[in-house]
RNA sequence: GGAGGGAUCGCAUAGUCUGGCCUAGUGCGCACGCCUGGAAAGCGUGUAGACGGUGUAAGUCGUCUCGAGGGUUCGAAUCCCUCUCCCUCCGCCA
């Protein structure tokens, strides 16, 4: 959610933020209607100061003139809660338009259509063309057999895969070594609960516009009937850990305040039948390392950047050929101003695909999970909200499984995860 | 799943039975001031948030919030209903 004074102080600036992300809504009749919800509302204030007034005089009176009183401070009250109930319409029509107010984006965010207007920023490492033929993630992880696809779509349908062996402790280097990494640097690592409630699946922004691609947990009957127990499977730890101080106020001598969180992800991912079907690249279920960052308003460009470099470094630690991409207006999602994803080299598919993305959510998801700070004259401000991918373990192992595979059907360990893996290869 | 007890202004508590004197009292903590060579103690003052009106501004005025939402009433922390969360016990359980 965006700030309301946006509307009433600098119209113009909201509506060229709007056609930037080229959505068309008509910010005129959403300003007059906020004029009149103020209005209505004042109005209604009014009658009510006065009712609570001649309501207090009420008990210093007797007989006659009190039930006089009484009759006549009934009127009031009627007329006040009738006043009330326009003002509630009325600001429940104005919200309802409100919160699908996307964040305006940075001046430095490309304006596009989808991500193939993104812009490069910059391109790390070469791929490399090897002398022999290159398989992709699938074909080497059945031959190594540590990836089971067709028994994970046996069990639980499509977009489901077992990891087994050398992959499961490959998952468990990777997300070790990554808490090192950036517990190193600050961040507090933390397991969060992965079940969370409608508030903080709204708080983060995910709602209302995301609501088919998550997963709600209830009981269901057997029969098709289903009792929704309030509960969404999170698709990524950053609902949790942005959840984590809703309705706190931090102290500004504690930010920047980091967390890395380990979660697993489930997606629904309505609306991508027959997109990357083959092996585990786009899965219902993963496991990631996800950072977040709560900080001040004049922090928060700085700690994008900085998310950013903690993503280079990691991928960078993982030899793994990749470029940064500064993410266009309309791939963006209404939460983030910016956002930088870092794709990797993917040598089965001959392509470049997201492995990390990193967003300042700035104070949209602050003002909508009410988290703020006080500032140095004590005032109370909202924070500004960043997240950044760590590891996404599948799409990381994909990456690593392609880019280090090797003529005899091994793959190489990058030196960094050797320690955490005991081993410099996987397979013959 | 069953039975019971709770949720009040940072913390602790009073207030709820019996609606208006609650503009929510008190203690602790915290901040500032007095006192002191300095400190402690003592004394004094202050000590939530949101929304809105007005004002260049400091400010000032109004409304809302006693877990959340609804209801009764001229009037609700207090009475009624629903929900959420916490605690204790029983059952089940990794």
Redesign the pocket.
């Known amino acids: 959610m965006i700030d309301?004074a946006l509307l009433r102080d600098n119209p113009e600036a909201l509506a060229d933020s709007l056609r930037r992300r080229f959505l068309d809504i008509d910010v005129p009749s959403l300003a007059s209607l906020d004029e009149e919800r103020?209005r209505v509302?004042?109005a209604?204030?009014?009658l009510?100061?006065e009712?609570?007034?001649?309501?207090?005089e009420?008990?210093t009176l007797s007989g006659d003139e009190k039930q006089e009183?009484?009759?006549a401070?009934?009127r009031?009250?009627n007329d006040?809660?009738d006043k009330l109930v326009a003002a509630?319409a009325l600001d429940a029509e104005f919200e309802a338009e409100w919160v699908k107010m996307p964040n305006p984006a940075h001046a430095s965010a490309p304006v596009g259509h989808t991500d193939e207007d993104n812009i490069e920023i910059e391109r790390i490492g070469e791929p490399v063309a090897p002398d022999f033929e290159v398989l992709d993630h699938l074909a080497i992880g059945e031959a190594l057999d540590i990836i089971d696809a067709e028994r994970g779509a046996k069990v639980s349908g499509s977009r489901f895969a077992y990891l087994k062996g050398a992959a499961v402790l490959y998952e468990f280097a990777l997300v070790r070594w990554g808490l090192d990494v950036l517990s190193g640097h600050g961040f507090t690592p933390v397991a969060p609960p992965i079940l969370v409630r409608e508030d903080a699946l709204f708080g983060t922004g995910f709602l209302p516009g995301a609501r088919d691609q998550v997963y709600a947990v209830g009981v269901a009957d057997g029969e098709g009937g289903f009792e929704s127990d309030?509960l969404y499977l999170a698709g990524t730890a950053e609902i949790p850990l942005a959840g984590l101080h809703m309705d706190e106020?931090l102290e500004e001598a504690d930010l920047p305040r980091r967390y890395v969180g380990f979660s697993t992800c489930f997606r629904r991912e309505a609306g991508t039948y027959g997109k990357d079907t083959r092996g585990i690249f786009r899965v219902h279920q993963f496991d990631k390392l996800e950072m977040f960052a709560y900080v001040t308003p004049d922090q928060s460009w700085d700690e994008h950047e900085y998310l950013l470099e903690r993503e280079r470094e990691i991928v960078d630690a993982l030899e793994i050929p990749y470029r940064i991409v500064n993410v266009c207006t309309g791939d963006l999602g209404d939460p983030a101003a910016k956002k930088y994803d870092i794709e990797a080299w993917f040598p089965g598919q001959n392509a470049y695909r997201e492995i990390t993305s990193c967003s300042n959510t700035t104070d949209f998801q602050a003002r909508r999970l009410?988290i703020?700070y006080?500032d140095e004259q004590?005032d109370?401000r909202l924070v500004h909200t960043l997240n950044g991918t760590a590891i996404a373990v599948g799409r990381t192992l994909i990456a690593l499984l392609e880019n280090h595979q090797q003529a005899d059907g091994s793959v190489l360990i990058p030196a960094a995860l050797q320690p955490y893996l005991g081993t410099d290869r996987i397979g013959p």
Do not use: F, M, P
């Open positions: 309301v103020r509302r004042v209604a204030e009014d009510r100061a009712q609570r007034r001649r309501g207090k009420i008990a009183a009484i009759a401070v009934a009031i009250a006040y809660k509630d309030g106020i009410r703020r006080r004590g109370n």
